[in-house]
């Protein structure tokens, strides 16, 4: 399994901005993102392999040494215009849709990288509210390889792109620098164009004991989901969404 580069992925990232680490095996990389100090304005931890990688609502992640990225960002800078996993997914669907050459890549609020129907990768993030200061940490998976028996993954395998992790790596990193630096204003427009549910039926599923099925209109200025259901719009600022023939 080729190793992560250090040198590339520096290379193609804003000067004098990030501090990285990379690791071989540790247990998270949002759990260590959240135990270190911010150096630069940024760090950037990565992982060949996680033994305890989680998703949302304490969900394990699959981390194993296949080639995969396992990478967390964190900063204490205040992203104050739209909801950080969003605007991640964003950045993540256009890279990878830039080096897939096509449109497959998809998103599913309110964190899910999804193609062909089956999810390659998630976005976690968590927030340390600290003395003056808010320390965010994005986590960032992205299934290049999995194993054969875990079917309900999808993967980017067919695209043999493994050569390029470091610079996807890289470039998803730098994404995420700007989207800090420069206000998106058109950040909700962009995201609806990779949505995979847009104006379908859908049931929100929410704290696991209660579920909405509704039309996915829209998100918000916050990043909510807009439902359209039997009695009336409803407005969901968290929850997991289940599509007819996705997952």
Not at 27 to 51: G, M, P, Y
Not at 121 to 139: A, M, P, Q, R, S
Not at 156 to 162: A, C, G, T
Not at 222 to 237: D, P, Q, R, W
Request: proline share 2%; charged share 25%.
């Amino acid at each position: 399994m080729k190793e992560l580069n250090k040198d590339i992925i520096l290379a193609n990232l804003p000067e004098n901005r990030v501090n990285l680490e990379i690791y071989n095996e540790i247990h998270s990389t949002n759990e260590l993102s959240r135990e270190k100090d911010v150096k630069n304005d940024f760090n950037l931890i990565i992982a060949q392999k996680q033994t305890l990688g989680r998703g949302r609502q304490g969900k394990n992640w699959y981390s194993p040494n296949n080639g995969n990225i396992y990478m967390s960002i964190s900063t204490e800078i205040p992203l104050n215009y739209a909801p950080e996993s969003l605007i991640t997914g964003i950045i993540c669907a256009n890279v990878l849709s830039n080096h897939l050459k096509k449109e497959h890549i998809r998103l599913k609020w309110p964190n899910d990288i999804v193609l062909d129907n089956k999810k390659v990768g998630g976005i976690l993030v968590e927030k340390e509210h600290l003395k003056d200061k808010t320390k965010t940490v994005i986590g960032i998976g992205i299934n290049f390889r999995i194993d054969s028996k875990e079917t309900w993954w999808g993967d980017l395998s067919k695209f043999n792109i493994d050569h390029l992790r470091d610079i996807i790596i890289a470039e998803i990193t730098s994404g995420i620098i700007n989207a800090y630096d420069n206000e998106n204003k058109r950040w909700i427009s962009q995201w609806q164009k990779y949505c995979i549910h847009m104006n379908k039926k859908v049931k929100i599923i929410h704290n696991d004991n209660f579920s909405e099925d509704g039309i996915f209109e829209n998100i918000d200025e916050h990043g909510c989901a807009v439902l359209k259901t039997e009695s009336g719009t409803k407005i969901f600022n968290s929850g997991e969404i289940s599509i007819k023939g996705v997952y």
